[in-house]
């Protein structure tokens, strides 16, 4: 086929097809393939066909192979109708729609073979997604050893009105406007609808007011080109008129009504008049139905020409207004969103779409001109044979970068670490990416933005150097800068990490993403670090300062639940060191974890995620520890990454263990010491990992139920211990975190921890209220020996 009329003819029989697919596709899953536990299977036929034309305009008319999607979650069976029309997705998926192994419920770019740039199962986040990504592409193409021989994409977002509920959406546009968005594009399917009913009256004029204070380019896609012609008839003025001032509800009510409904209403409303009522007459009420439904989102010819002009140099968002159901017995009706066709109604639009029985998965059925067809999706820009996914080689490690043996907090550490990397010219600094949430200088940032810089697509001077006021911070901003700041919002941090994260397989480039915050505020944007580890996302997150070691900040500044978080969250490597040199080897480690992909098998595979890598997150803190004088050997660094190793190992005439993790090192320590003295063995175990040791032990607990009887790490350390004696856990946040130690081997086990929100006081008051000092443990510890 040719442009012009007949690229929308194709167009429009090609949404034709993907709005059967999706609604048979739903409907098979609910009412056809047998439901074996009589769980709900759900799906949204009346959200997806509202989309309908907006999808199909984009990817058969739109598209082209660098540009970036986020689907509208419950999209998600256009989405994939369309995906199967290109030979992208297998009809065996479309057929075991949410079953084990077919097309997910919502896009995932993890679980489906389909071609998902973004997954969009967390309503909102997939839409402020599309603003970082576009971030990325714009810090990538700014780098003098990144390609530029590929096209700039369009980061595309497409969300119902409903998700602009989202709060997340907002705090992202405040930061696009800060660091100059473009090449965005955001597509809201105005249906007026949300889950439970119908949206308030006047949504429009806020939604447009919002977008323009913040810059973008707000296109308003109200009208298609049948009620456009129309509008230009004799009398047309007044029904433009009256489809301007119609509710919302009365409008999405007439829809579920039908034509001869919408001529009652307008020939008593408007259709006394003679040229209006000529104007109604010309049309059955079949045409006058298609005509009221004839909005801008449905209208190919109407999106083309408003997707062909825009540009790429502002965001844009696209308010497109459509019919919840459109092309649907569900068009309008406000029960719709979780409502389901009946078997009346499938066989209904089955007849209106011209689908034989036993023909209902074939990709043309129905369709005139199929060889035609079939020739216009192969010329399709975004239908091209090659992936989309790109990847980018691994950066190679360049070591431990360690330091010396004086008194030192993680946290700073963790600052002497990085510049230390800042002072390389490997090509792994180079390649790294550090952000924070305007915590950049307390986490520990300051000495490498120093260095580094901040990034700016055009230079900028620090005012306060250029004035000669005196800083120990140097604010330059340069196209070369490694540090974006983001202002107070956790949401966008992890947006701005997934994104960067990703920038390997969206851009070809790999970038190795560091970011800080608050560790309390891990929680603040918990929804977004989820589900940036759903994407599979690969960052170095780091949390300081943590605990009630934190002392004088009190209350709600002092976290508890965020270690038992990294052991929970899938994607994600936790780890809370207490000792500089543990931090270094760690750090140099998670840069090279960062990088896998599960083509080589390590050493290390006591863990299953040592294959294939994923996120690392490092728990800090701002108290001064005494540093061990020990050398780093080989078993110590392997100890320190799998998860634990002893201090002090146990002999046969072993009394108690002490095991702790982070900054009780030296309550545990001075515990031992009083304990034991020179006569008694008291062991100490230090944890550095949690997270690690039990996802170990668990996987070597599934693996003997198959034959495989490897003793985990923790098994290993743990046959050590005779069997009668205690083991006492402490750490600064839940017990919970160690408390399952006790399980391994079957040893009695005390778990100290902190329960309840702190308060102000020393670091001893809080040890001492909440039970982790060394004299709890001490006491703890004569529970299981006398002492």
Known sequence: MTLGSDRIAAIEALNKKSLWLASWMVHHANHIRPNVDGVKVGGHQASSASMAMLLSTLYFGVLKPEDRVAVK??????????????????????????????????????????????STGSVGLGVAFTAFASLIQDYVRAKSWAKTDRPEGRMIALAGDAELDEGNIYECLLEGWKHG?????????????????????GLYDRIEAIFQAFGWTVVTLKYGALQRAAFAEPGGDKLKSWIDNCPNDLYSALMFRGGAAWRERLTDAIGDQGEVSALLARRSDAELAELMANLGGHCAESLLEQFNAAGSDTPTVFIAYTVKGWGTPLAGHKDNHAGQMTSAQIEQLRAAHKIRDGHEWDRFEGLENPE?????????????KASRRLSSAAVPTIGPQFLG???????????????????SDSALSERIITTSPDVTVSTGLGAWVNRRNLFAPKEKVDLFQKEAIPSTQKWRFTPSGQHMELGIAEMNLFLMLGA????HSLFGERLLPVGTLYDPFISRGLDALNYACYQDARFLLVATPSGVSLAGEGGAHQSIASPLIGMAQDGLASFEPAFADELAIITDWAFDYMQRTGDARPDLADWPRDVTGGSVYLRLSTRTLEQPPRP???????GIIRGAYWLNPPTPQCEVVLAYQGVLASEAIEAAARLGGDRRNVAVLAITSADRL???????????????????????????VPNKIGIVTAIDAHPATLSWIG?????????????????????????RHFGISSDDIVRAAKQFASF
């Not at 090449?183 to 889950?195: A, G, K, V």
């Not at 780093?632 to 392997?638: G, H, K, Q």
């Not at 996987?699 to 743990?718: K, N, W, Y």
């Open 632 to 638: 780093v050997t080989p078993a110590l660094s392997e």
């Open 743 to 767: 399980s391994v081997c079957g040893h009695r086990t005390i778990a100290l921890g902190v329960e309840h929100f702190g308060q102000t006081g020393t670091v001893q008051d809080l040890y």
């Open 694 to 720: 039990n996802a170990g032990w668990q996987g070597s607990v599934r693996a003997r139920m198959h034959g495989d009887h490897t003793p985990s790490h923790i098994e290993q350390l743990l046959a050590q």
């Open 372 to 384: 035609e067809l079939q020739s216009f999706l192969d010329a399709v820009p975004f239908n091209t």
């Open 500 to 503: 960067a994260g990703l920038s």
């Open 181 to 201: 968005l473009r090449n965005c594009w955001w597509i809201i399917d105005y249906n007026r609808q949300s889950l439970d009913g119908v949206v308030r009256e």
């Open 73 to 118: 979650p419950h999209a998600a069976p256009i989405f994939h109708a369309i995906q199967y029309l290109m030979g992208r997705q297998e009809k065996q998926k479309l057929i075991d729609f949410r079953a084990f192994g077919g097309a997910q419920s919502y896009p995932s770019r993890t679980k489906d073979t389909a071609d998902v740039d973004v």
């Open 405 to 423: 043996t004086g008194a030192t907090s993680t946290q700073a550490a963790f600052a002497k670490i990085l510049d230390a990397y800042a002072k």
